[in-house]
């Protein structure tokens, strides 16, 4: 008879079966299977019902498409419009220097840009290969791609789990989730059955796929393969999640179609105008309406942008940040709010001990992590642990009952084992006592590995004396239960069982995890221990209050962020009270605030959209949670920035504005979800990386407004032209995009290396609607231009009535706009501060070698005769350029008092 099969996939909008609240005697009946496994036969045909244990990959975009792409952006298709007049024009290489600028911004976008299916494929590869299951009661090890529901497995150290696992026997099952859940301690694995409500870090009874077995051994039953496990349930979530496009990409969009109107707008009226009321022909109203247009397009604009985003890439990357597509550059000066994970991003994820109590003292440890460097306070005062027997006795009892090994690699600590028995080691050292001369002197002969039954290690010793020691250490209440008398530096006394569990809650309280560590002398011809042996009778040494503390880097970080208008929210996976803790340290608002994930499920979007801004600490998260998060704060229009190191944290980092992931410690799944990666795991390179991004924005603002001046000044000359009524335009087209390419590629380049100026991480985040042009800005824009018109149309008259050729006239009025521009370059550098000091003028020195260079290229311009052919110029004389730079001049010092006048009112600066 066929077997019944019970799907793990569950339908759309059915949530899957909660297999944690079910005991192992109903797991078997779901599954139709048992603790002997399945047959061969069964796993054959149930592979056939639900398919391979792998995550489905979806059809990767292919590089011709996503080459495309790169050209859907309205400020392109200004160039291609601009390329394409050029060409109408027969002016064929001017058309080609465009296509040219766009294909290289169209390159420079396709090798920046990650592609979302990198996150797929990287979390794919944390499935494990094979397995060790049960089939027909017969152990086998088969591909984990095999793999199905009902089928028995067994893990041990090593071990990454396959699949989705409920346990039915463990001994000493430790179990790393942090990738999945962000819990950053092994998790103690037990087999009972939960309550319905128990968040997925807490679900003891299940192991899940992607996570590492760290230490002892277990076996259970495969209720879910492949997407319907909770990796897959995760993969599904970055598959879907939209990865939202940039605040700059938004506003240029915006920016670009506005522009392309007004361009549009104004060039036809101006033509109809000269055909209707200044009687020109049509033919010579479209070639106005063409140079009008071609005047109007800021052809070097998006190549200036581009190249602003790669220099601040540089800089990020020279401080640690590697920025992996290139407009998320500038949308970090834009972040509002930064939604960070704990474990590994704002804390070490090195446990560390930093209480021992004992009976009369509590001493503070201090050092950071696995670094053995630190030592011991009482009341804030340093103190020397040789004068503190008791204080050795017990870090001594804490290395010798203890599993783990320290290795020093290329100058850095690491810990082989439990992170929390590694955290015992180096407070051993900080003790003056070395683990391995220990572990000599008092060699081990038997033990009771810790196990969940009974939440306890110990071992037995012997030294070479001939004595026997026994040491035991677990957690308190357990220990405590065990001890009849405490150790005082002058001898041991009855327990005060009611003293340590209430020192033991005020250590929990400061959020953190507390062991206990007892020990009594054992009988020197017994060579093996007993739980007999430690029933009773033991003498309590002390208790370990451990964390993994915040870098101190970190704090530093989180203060300057809050100093410079940017919100930190920890959302982690850890618990509530250590969270809160670690917020404390970390001097973040209102950090005894916290909200879990149980009650996060509860509430509605509206409830939680009147919390999300005063909260700043969310613990006991899951994925969704954390999605949830960022999409809610997204909704209040603030630039949202997610950092986290692992699986658990995908989705939100590939939805957030800017998803930030950690380089050493952290995920490929993450990474590749991420628009930015820490070279170094430091919170604090984030803000030298929002400091460079302000910087790139700060950058590009300057160049638009030093670029669109340049050509609203020409659109306004040849307006005036035709409103006047003379004969022949003041600039040809060929003539304006020498300006509009020779600047750009100079003046308006140098721009993009302005140093960072000294406010910018002491203001407020822009708002991520805020135009790129403000009204000031815009006002900015005019009023230059108007300047402009007034210098270059001027001087062109004053040459046709002096009865100059237009040859002659047009290359003064092309050498006073490109003089404009060069004096109107050192204004642009500061938009709101003056430049009427040594740093204001000479302290950009890219910016001196641009007007050199151009210069250079003017005078060629003006004087080669090839050069004068093509552009149709002809040569002046030494008094023409005395006017021209006396006229052109009059920016700098007009562009000033007008900033001066602007200071004097409140928000200037926008």
């Not at 201090?366 to 011991?376: A, L, M, R």
Request: with cysteine.
């Amino acid at each position: 008879m066929a077997k019944k099969h019970v799907s793990t996939r569950p339908s759309a909008g059915v949530p899957p079966p909660l297999w944690h609240t079910q005991n192992v005697t109903d797991i078997y009946k779901a599954l139709n299977t048992s603790k002997q496994g399945l047959s061969a036969a069964e796993a054959a045909h149930r592979l056939t019902t639900y398919g391979p244990n792998k995550l489905a990959e979806g059809k990767p975009t292919g590089p011709v498409v996503r080459f495309l792409r790169q050209f859907h952006n309205v400020l392109i298709y200004v160039l291609l419009g601009a390329a394409a007049i050029t060409a109408f024009l027969e002016h064929w290489i001017d058309a080609s220097v465009i296509l040219g600028v766009v294909v290289i911004n169209a390159l420079i976008g396709f090798l920046q840009e990650g592609k979302a299916e990198d996150a797929l494929r990287a979390i794919r590869n944390m499935l494990s290969p094979q397995a060790m299951v049960l089939r027909g009661g017969r152990r086998a090890t088969v591909d984990a791609a095999n793999l199905v529901p009902g089928d028995v497995v067994m893990l041990q150290s090593g071990d990454r789990v396959p699949a989705d696992i409920r346990l039915f026997w463990v001994k000493g099952l430790h179990i790393q989730e942090a990738a999945l859940t962000g819990e950053s301690v092994a998790v103690d694995k037990i087999i009972e059955s939960l309550p319905v409500e128990t968040v997925l870090a807490d679900r003891l009874c299940m192991a899940h796929s992607g996570t590492l077995v760290s230490s002892g051994q277990g076996t259970g039953v495969v209720v879910a393969t492949g997407g319907a496990t909770e990796l897959g349930h995760i993969s599904t979530l970055v598959a879907t999640v939209e990865q939202l496009t940039t605040p700059l990409m938004s506003k240029m969009t915006r920016f670009g179609r506005w522009l392309t109107g007004a361009i549009l707008v104004i060039a036809g009226m101006t033509a109809v105008f000269g055909v209707l009321i200044r009687d020109y022909s049509v033919p010579q109203m479209f070639l106005a309406a063409v140079g009008l247009a071609v005047a109007a397009i800021p052809e070097g604009l998006p190549a200036i942008i581009t190249i602003t985003l790669a220099i601040g890439v540089q800089r990020m990357a020279m401080r640690n940040a590697i920025v992996r597509r290139l407009p998320a550059a500038e949308a970090l000066g834009e972040v509002n709010v930064i939604c960070s994970d704990k474990t590994g991003t704002l804390t070490r994820n090195e446990m560390t001990v930093r209480t021992i109590l004992t009976a009369n003292t509590q001493y503070e440890v201090s050092g950071t992590g696995y670094d053995p460097h630190g030592g011991f306070q009482i009341d804030g005062n340093d103190v020397l642990p040789q004068d503190h027997p008791l204080l050795r006795e017990v870090v001594r009892a804490a290395a010798l009952c203890n599993d783990a090994q320290l290795e020093q690699r290329e100058g850095e600590w690491l810990v082989n084992g439990d992170p929390m028995e590694g955290a015992l080691l180096i407070a051993n050292i900080k003790a003056g006592q070395e683990p391995e001369s220990l572990a000599q002197q008092y060699p081990r002969t038997d033990l009771i590995p810790f196990e969940s039954e009974h939440k306890f290690m110990a071992t037995l010793h012997h030294s070479h004396t001939g004595e026997a020691f026994i040491f035991l250490k677990g957690a308190p209440e357990q220990i405590l239960e065990m001890c009849a008398s405490e150790r005082t530096p002058t001898g041991d006394r009855p327990l005060d069982a009611a003293l340590w569990h209430a020192r033991t809650e005020k250590l929990a309280e400061r959020g953190q995890r507390v062991l206990a560590v007892a020990c009594k002398p054992g009988k020197g011809h017994e060579m093996e221990l007993d739980f007999k042996d430690v029933k009773s009778d033991m003498v309590l040494l002390g208790l370990f209050g451990l964390i993994d503390p915040p870098r101190a880097e970190a704090i530093a970080a989180v203060e300057r962020c809050q100093s410079a208008g940017i919100a930190v929210k920890m959302i982690t996976g850890d618990h509530r009270t250590t969270a809160c803790a670690i917020s404390r340290q970390l001097g973040l608002v209102n950090p005894n605030i916290a909200l879990t994930g149980q009650e996060l499920e509860h509430m509605s979007d509206a409830e939680l959209r009147d919390l999300a801004m005063d909260v700043n600490v969310f613990a006991r998260v899951s994925p969704e949670h954390k999605l949830r998060l960022v999409s809610l704060l997204q909704g209040f229009g603030l630039t949202v920035a997610m950092t986290g190191d692992g699986v658990n944290d995908a989705p939100a980092l590939k939805r957030a504005d800017i998803g930030i992931s950690m380089g050493n410690k952290g995920t490929e799944a993450a990474k590749e979800a991420s628009e930015m990666v820490l070279a170094d795991d430091n919170f604090a390179s984030i803000v030298h990386a929002i400091e460079e991004g302000r910087t790139a924005y700060d950058n590009i603002r300057k160049s638009i407004l030093f670029i669109l001046p340049t050509n609203g000044g020409e659109a306004l000359t040849i307006i005036a032209a035709v409103l006047m009524g003379f004969s022949e335009l003041p600039l040809t087209p060929l003539q304006i995009l020498w300006v509009n390419m020779i600047t750009a590629v100079t003046l308006a380049l140098s721009l993009a290396f302005e140093p960072t100026e000294n406010n910018v991480m002491h203001r407020p985040p822009r708002h991520r609607d805020e135009a790129v042009l403000t009204p000031a800005l815009l006002w900015r824009t005019a009023f230059v231009s108007v300047i402009l018109l007034v210098g270059t149309f001027g001087l062109f008259m004053w040459e046709m009535e002096q009865g100059a050729s237009i040859e002659r006239a047009r290359t003064v009025a092309v050498n006073t706009l490109i003089f404009f521009e060069i004096f109107y370059l050192f204004n642009s550098r500061y938009i709101t501060a003056s430049v009427l000091n040594a740093q204001g003028l000479f302290g950009n020195t890219y910016a001196l070698i641009a007007i050199g260079v151009l210069i250079v290229f003017q005078l060629g311009f003006t004087y080669l005769d090839t050069l004068q052919v093509l552009f149709g110029t002809t040569a002046i004389g030494l008094m023409d350029w005395v006017l021209i730079i006396l006229v052109a001049s009059s920016v700098l010092f007009i562009v000033e008092l007008e900033k001066a006048v602007l200071r004097r009112r409140p928000r200037a600066h926008q």
